[in-house]
């Protein structure tokens, strides 16, 4: 909804309703946004801090809850991906108190690395953690998400993984709104929450499996053929050690670039092995999937996780008109 007017997004709203299907809003104010570029450019602020300058946190907070309004006024669930700010989380928490249908997700980086890193000294390093909306600045937020995790405020784990070299990076020198957005989380994701959840102490194992696997089944409605062990479920399994540490570095990891967020990061909780459909397609460090034993899964509409209560909220929701004696 970055730039979408609320017209249309009411309608699109709807829309999605009437066809079974769970909205995803990515939360931002465009308009102000490129306001606030101009502003910062004629400034001579050009380097990757003008990225968040130009993207305040209550910007996130403003279009989270503009979403949660109109989604509500269509009575459409709506799922807002990479919530990064303490005012979006809380807006998404108030409207669920009220029975807005929202979900709320939250990405690897969001858990464990605040927004510091984009105003770093070295123009790589900080253009290497450009993302939208960008990484709060404040330093108590990843911990803060965690809480809402484990209240049940923020429902689902992403990776919103969009990786870069430094030297595709490089296009935007000289001015940050051309810096490539984006982050990696794919590869380190369970990791991180583990470490983060688990082994702080905040979430309970079961709830790590919850907000990585299972709600994400469940609200996209392939659920119990995937999020679950059980006769009749495919046999998507993670052999997982608790007690295992590894540190994350761009040296060790397996994506094609040369830069990692989460450099340094000793993590505890560590994958011994994945199996996918019952065949083992990671083992002890070494990657044995087949090329092409991949499956299109696809997700089918009216997910009763989110749609469950949907109709009967129609009903209790439709207008109604007042009968007089003198119409």
Not at 16 to 45: F, M, S, Y
Not at 122 to 131: F, K, M, N, T
Not at 243 to 251: D, M, V
Request: charged content about 20%; overall charge neutral.
């Amino acid at each position: 909804m970055i730039m979408i007017r609320d017209d249309d997004m009411y309608q699109a709203f709807i829309e999605c309703r009437k066809l079974g299907a769970t909205a995803r809003v990515h939360a931002e104010n465009g308009d102000v946004i490129w306001e606030k570029q101009q502003e910062l450019l004629k400034l001579g602020i050009t380097g990757p801090e003008g990225h968040t300058q130009s993207r305040p946190e209550e910007l996130e907070a403003e279009a989270t809850n503009r979403a949660c309004v109109l989604a509500g006024q269509a009575n459409c669930p709506l799922y807002v991906v990479h919530v990064t700010t303490k005012g979006a989380a809380e807006t998404i928490a108030l409207h669920r108190l009220k029975g807005t249908i929202v979900i709320g997700e939250a990405t690897a980086a969001a858990l464990s690395i605040d927004g510091h890193n984009l105003y770093h000294s070295c123009w790589l390093h900080a253009a290497s953690h450009v993302s939208s909306p960008p990484l709060s600045q404040d330093p108590t937020t990843p911990a803060y998400l965690m809480d809402l995790f484990a209240c049940g405020q923020l429902q689902l784990t992403g990776s919103d993984n969009c990786t870069y070299s430094t030297e595709q990076r490089k296009i935007g020198k000289g001015d940050f709104t051309k810096i490539p957005n984006g982050v990696n989380g794919l590869e380190d994701r369970m990791s991180i929450v583990w470490e983060k959840g688990v082994h702080s102490g905040k979430l309970d194992p079961m709830r790590f499996v919850a907000i990585t696997s299972t709600a994400a089944a469940k609200i996209f409605n392939i659920y119990p053929k995937k999020g679950r062990i059980a006769v009749g479920s495919d046999a998507d399994i993670v052999v997982w050690d608790p007690r295992a540490t590894r540190t994350i570095s761009a040296k060790t990891h397996h994506q094609a670039v040369d830069f990692n967020i989460f450099e340094g990061m000793e993590v505890h909780g560590v994958p011994l092995c994945t199996i996918t459909r019952g065949v083992v397609a990671w083992e002890n460090g070494e990657l044995k999937a087949v090329k092409g034993s991949g499956r299109f899964v696809p997700l089918p509409t009216h997910s009763p996780a989110v749609f469950g209560s949907n109709e009967q909220r129609s009903i209790m929701l439709a207008p109604r008109k007042v009968k007089r004696d003198d119409d």
